[in-house]
């Protein structure tokens, strides 16, 4: 596979990109980018925002494109499957993390909020900044220190009133947000 190294594009200077390509080129540059952007900019010479546009203009060329990604993938899968067999244990167990998970393979996240309980999500603009005048003048550490104050304030309030809820009532009160 050819190696795609950053070649002078305009007047010679390395810095300069194209910005613009036919859909000619960018079908030709494909094979060998292994699906990706960077690999295309350094074939083509171009800035990536060239090639998303064309990629949005021609929805066949950016299938073409993921189809070669899958391609890589499927090579990179193959060559993990051929280590695996050949004895490599740090082979055998990322496939068996990932391919085998319906087999019992893999580990397994459970995630909660305190002491067991449901999590609670907060939105920036359900915790509001106080103190006025002089918090618009503070520095921005101080700002960000009193948020999560205020943050953390908030978050403490909430899970009081969500311990003293059933499961219906929470489902009913998120709900309403």
């Known amino acids: 596979m050819p190696r795609f190294n950053r070649q002078p594009t305009i007047d010679g200077n390395p810095y300069l990109k194209r910005t613009s390509?036919?859909?000619?080129?960018?079908?030709?540059?494909?094979?060998?980018?292994?699906?990706?952007?960077?690999?295309?900019?350094?074939?083509?010479?171009?800035?990536r925002s060239c090639i998303s546009k064309m990629l949005e203009q021609y929805p066949e060329i950016k299938q073409e494109l993921q189809d070669e990604m899958e391609r890589e993938k499927d090579e990179v899968l193959n060559n993990l499957i051929e280590d695996a067999?050949?004895?490599?244990?740090?082979?055998?167990?990322?496939?068996?993390?990932?391919?085998?998970?319906?087999?019992?393979?893999?580990?397994?996240?459970?995630?909660?909020?305190?002491?067991g309980q449901p999590l609670v999500f907060l939105?920036?603009?359900?915790?509001?900044?106080?103190g006025g005048e002089e918090n618009r003048n503070a520095n921005k550490g101080d700002r960000v220190e009193a948020w999560a104050e205020n943050a953390i304030?908030?978050?403490?309030?909430?899970?009081?009133?969500?311990?003293?809820l059933s499961t219906d009532e929470i489902i009913k009160k998120l709900g309403k947000k």
């Open 21 to 47: 390509i036919t859909k000619e080129e960018l079908i030709e540059a494909i094979p060998g980018s292994k699906g990706l952007l960077l690999n295309l900019e350094r074939k083509l010479g171009c800035t």
């Open 85 to 115: 067999k050949s004895g490599d244990r740090a082979s055998r167990k990322l496939f068996l993390e990932a391919q085998a998970r319906d087999r019992g393979y893999g580990e397994k996240v459970e995630i909660s909020g305190a002491n």
């Open 153 to 164: 304030d908030f978050h403490e309030k909430q899970s009081e009133e969500i311990k003293q």
């Open 123 to 130: 939105h920036a603009a359900d915790v509001h900044l106080t």
